[in-house]
């Protein structure tokens, strides 16, 4: 991940690039650890969901093929973690 800021102002057709303030990398460090355990929270919250829903499902008797109809295996996410 880049340290700078690209600045475009249309009116003159400018194009700045700087690099980010001591300040400025501190709070984009901020936002990304609040993006990352957001996204980790929702993570925990589907999976609870999905284990009530497989609990549910098993009380109503499905077998487990039927559960997997219903609630598909979710794949793994190959995507980069921005702070890695």
């Not at 996410?77 to 921005?82: A, G, I, K, L």
């Amino acid at each position: 991940m880049t340290n700078q800021i690209g600045i475009y102002d249309h009116n003159t057709g400018q194009h700045i690039v700087r690099e980010m303030t001591s300040d400025e990398l501190a709070q984009r460090n901020v936002e990304i650890e609040a993006w990352l355990e957001a996204k980790e929270n929702a993570k925990l919250e589907a999976e609870q969901l999905r284990a009530t829903k497989i609990a549910a499902y098993e009380k109503l008797g499905l077998t487990e093929a039927e559960i997997e109809a219903l609630l598909p295996t979710p794949k793994p996410d190959f995507r980069q973690n921005p702070s890695a």
